[in-house]
């Protein structure tokens, strides 16, 4: 894997529980880390999702091996947030390729 073409910055994120002021349990997300991603984007296309046409846009993020990186985590990248559908090892523990989508609901 060529390293210098990892030029963007990342942010991994999980989810994680925690309780608000009536001790109801209520999803948030945790940093797992940063780090440095190869950018590819794929083809966007449209769907209707609840009756609302939503936008969805495919990108392959391509990162350093991490153990322990599954489709449970999201990626945060330039104030967007991306949900990971597969993570795929790339060589002999030699890289990730993690494909993930976003979805604009609100017109953006």
Do not use: C, H
């Amino acid at each position: 894997m060529n390293i210098g073409k990892l030029d963007r910055r990342i942010t991994l994120e999980q989810n994680t529980a925690t309780q608000n002021a009536y001790g109801e349990q209520v999803p948030a997300w945790s940093e797992v880390g940063e780090v440095w991603a190869r950018v590819d984007y794929g083809r966007g296309n449209e769907a209707v999702q609840a009756g609302e046409q939503v936008a969805i846009q495919r990108i392959d993020f391509t990162i350093r091996y991490k153990p322990g990186l599954s489709a449970r985590l999201r990626i945060t990248y330039e104030g967007q947030v991306y949900d990971i559908e597969a993570v795929q090892e790339l060589g002999r523990r030699a890289g990730l390729k993690l494909s993930a989508f976003t979805r604009n609901d609100d017109g953006r």
